[in-house]
């Protein structure tokens, strides 16, 4: 079985800092992106920022300047620093991988789009 395992999501106050990790499948599948994005109550999932197999970042309009993604290969993880947190960005974020290509236990991958079941981030004064 191959999955993503998100952690790091906490209770912070406005202004204050959060680390999000994603544990990827392994090094021994291909994959052509991984991102976070986060789905607050009512409101519609969003892309927060994605990060290319070369490492080229990409970040929604909100959070450019704070938050920063970054990758870390050994088991195709991906992380993200979130800095300067603000009211807006409590929601629940999940970590995707797009395109994963592999095996695992003799189940062959082509294509296949990876989520995470997501960590809570709170933002609270």
């Known amino acids: 079985q191959v999955q993503l395992v998100e952690s790091g999501g906490g209770l912070v106050q406005p202004g204050g800092s959060l680390r999000l990790s994603c544990a990827g499948p392994?090094?021994?599948?291909?994959?052509?992106?991984m991102g976070w994005y986060r789905r607050a109550p009512g409101k519609k999932r969003e892309l927060v920022a994605a990060?290319?197999?070369?490492?080229?970042?990409n970040y929604a309009e909100s959070v450019k300047g704070r938050f920063t993604i970054s990758r870390g290969y050994a088991k195709n993880s991906v992380y993200l620093q979130m800095n300067s947190l603000k009211s807006e960005d409590p929601a629940d974020y999940l970590c995707?991988?797009?395109?994963?290509?592999?095996?695992?236990?003799?189940?062959?991958?082509?294509?296949?789009?990876?989520w995470g079941e997501g960590t809570l981030v709170t933002v609270s004064s």
């Open positions: 995707n991988a797009h395109g994963v290509s592999g095996e695992t236990d003799g189940d062959y991958y082509y294509g296949m789009d990876l």
């Open positions: 990060i290319t197999s070369g490492g080229t970042p």
């Open positions: 392994g090094s021994s599948y291909s994959i052509n992106a």
